[in-house]
């Protein structure tokens, strides 16, 4: 009974290994050397090894954005998650709280309440001069502009003399009752858009260093090549502002703590910008050219001294 399941076992890896190499051929074009066996290689699909990192180099540009978006909509979901719990729920409670009448027209805001329409610990909204409270992103409608404070910075926006607005509750809680699951996916498509474009901005920048890298230890290496490692470097790295973005929904980790994880997140992309370019495959070797097996010998004739001549 044991030598059957050893025998059965054998023979399940033999056929694993044909269809793993099966896979490698079809799936993409990297190069497979004749020695190397089939376990060795393996396909595009993860960016968390120098050698996986290094794969992307010469995979399809689709395959690199496909892999990409998905990591880039991982991003999308926790932005989305902070606008559905975190932010959306004050916006409802400071759109019930507006006045029955307001808004706000030739650059100022005519409305004569004062008063904190919805906060929490991630956001709160104020109207006029009343204390916004300690909340990571605070919105406060002043007189002749709206002001957005935060831990970073405080900017103020005037606004538009042209700009008519209402600013009551009779108009806007059935607008935001419409258009607040559509808001959550909006956020959702902006955030991994915007992900998206900032890592092929980046991967420009990142592109020098596996260039430099690779042309020094012999690789085969480009510019466009080194673009797609560089777009793969920036993943695993994403995981990291991903998972940090997620607890920070959950109010277990401070503004600040996030602002640190965001710096630290750099840190993987830089360790596989180093790594995976020796990963590379070795530029080949040009050797002397091949002779035409087809193409005769060319007979090399020998004269025959005379040996009736004088020396």
């Not at 001069?129 to 409608?141: I, R």
């Not at 607005?165 to 909006?186: D, E, I, K, R």
Request: aromatic share 12%; hydrophobic share 50%.
């Amino acid at each position: 009974m044991i030598a059957l399941v050893r025998e059965k076992t054998a023979l399940l890896l033999v056929r694993m290994e044909d269809c793993t190499l099966v896979l490698i051929r079809c799936g993409h074009n990297w190069p497979v050397p004749k020695d190397e066996p089939a376990w060795i290689a393996r396909p595009v699909f993860q960016p968390f090894t120098f050698g996986g990192v290094a794969r992307f180099a010469s995979a399809r540009i689709g395959r690199v954005f496909l892999v990409g978006l998905f990591f880039a909509a991982l991003f999308g979901a926790a932005i989305g998650r902070i606008a559905a719990k975190c932010w959306s729920p004050v916006i409802t409670e400071a759109v019930v709280a507006l006045p029955p009448v307001g808004g706000i027209s030739g650059g100022e805001l005519h409305s004569a309440e004062v008063k904190l329409l919805g906060a929490n610990s991630f956001l709160a909204i104020s109207m006029g001069d009343a204390p916004p409270g300690n909340a990571d992103l605070a919105v406060e409608f002043r007189k002749t502009e709206i002001e957005l404070a935060s831990l970073y910075s405080d900017i103020s926006v005037p606004y538009p003399p042209a700009w008519r607005a209402p600013l009551n509750s009779a108009a806007l809680v059935p607008f935001w009752g419409a258009w607040q699951t559509p808001c959550v996916f909006y956020a959702i498509c902006f955030g991994t858009a915007i992900l998206m474009l900032n890592w092929c901005l980046l991967a420009l920048l990142y592109g020098v260093v596996p260039l430099f890298l690779g042309a020094l230890a012999g690789r085969e290496v480009n510019f466009w090549r080194a673009w797609k490692l560089s777009m793969a470097a920036q993943w695993p790295g994403s995981l990291i502002m991903t998972l940090s973005l997620a607890i920070y929904s959950t109010g277990e980790m401070s503004l600040l703590f996030l602002a640190v994880m965001l710096a630290a997140h750099f840190v993987p992309t830089l360790i596989y910008l180093l790594g995976s370019p020796f990963c590379l495959p070795k530029l080949k070797k040009e050797g002397p050219p091949k002779k035409n097996p087809f193409q005769p010998a060319k007979r090399v004739s020998r004269k025959a001294g005379n040996p009736f001549s004088s020396s």
